[in-house]
């Protein structure tokens, strides 16, 4: 069975940093590109991260200000949301999802086929 | 960045309905979407991805089209298992961004 599970979700004042990570099974987590996205709470789904198979390629919301970072490590199957100067305003579900398709892509082409698994998400809270 | 317009924002069903529901983009994307169905307390399920072409594994009364900029989900004879929350979104450029989702509800 294919499955993410996510962890690492905490409650972290302003300006803290926090690490999330996902957890893939069932697939071979090497030939996906992989996605972070927030559901922020009562409203809806907000795109986070990409990042391309080999891990070489990311892409980020404009609207991080370049504050988070995602990784991944191939030979644990496992993906990484490194989230630094945390604002109340990034509060949310934290899902991570598996491209439909696996293989190699460019640009705007590795969102073309959407998210096809997603975990059920770890929760974050900035307050004070 | 696109912005995707979904309407309704909740619509109220019976069993064996057709719900329609429907995602405006801002901009053109040609077939560039996808459709996820939420269930409480669940993660989002892909439906369908470029605009109609099935998920493996959903069932065939989920059908997508697309008319311009207009996109539309269909679910032929509502089942209990559909009331859930609908999520458009845009796959053509970035950032890849959602429609605001529709509620069915039960009637």
């Known amino acids: 069975e294919v499955q993410l599970v996510e962890f690492g979700g905490v409650v972290v004042q302003p300006g803290g940093s926090l690490r999330l990570s996902c957890a893939a099974s069932g697939f071979n987590f090497e030939d996906y590109t992989m996605y972070w996205v927030r559901q922020l709470p009562g409203k809806g789904l907000e795109w986070v991260s990409l990042?391309?198979?080999?891990?070489?390629?990311?892409y980020y919301a404009d609207s991080l200000e370049g504050r988070f970072t995602t990784s991944r490590d191939n030979s644990k199957k496992f993906l990484y949301l490194q989230m630094n100067s945390l604002r109340i305003e990034d509060t949310a579900l934290y899902h991570c999802?598996?491209?439909?398709?696996?293989?190699?892509?460019?640009?705007?082409?590795?969102?073309?086929?959407?998210?096809?698994?997603w975990g059920q998400g770890t929760t974050v809270t900035v307050s004070s | 960045d696109i912005q995707m317009t979904q309407s309704p924002s909740s619509v109220s069903a019976s069993v064996g309905d057709r719900v329609t529901i429907t995602c405006r983009a801002s901009?053109?994307?040609?077939?560039?979407l996808a459709w996820y169905q939420q269930r409480p307390g669940k993660a989002p399920k892909l439906l369908i991805y470029?605009?109609?072409s099935l998920q493996g594994g959903v069932p065939s009364r989920f059908s997508g089209s697309r008319s311009g900029t207009e996109f539309t989900l269909s679910i032929s004879s509502l089942q209990p298992e559909d009331f859930a929350t609908y999520f458009c979104q845009q796959t053509n450029s970035f950032p890849p961004t959602f429609g605001g989702g529709t509620k069915v509800e039960i009637k």
């Open positions: 470029a605009a109609s």
């Open positions: 901009q053109g994307i040609g077939t560039s």
């Open positions: 999802a598996k491209a439909t398709r696996a293989g190699d892509c460019s640009g705007s082409r590795c969102l073309f086929y959407g998210m096809d698994v």
């Open positions: 990042i391309r198979w080999d891990g070489d390629t990311t």
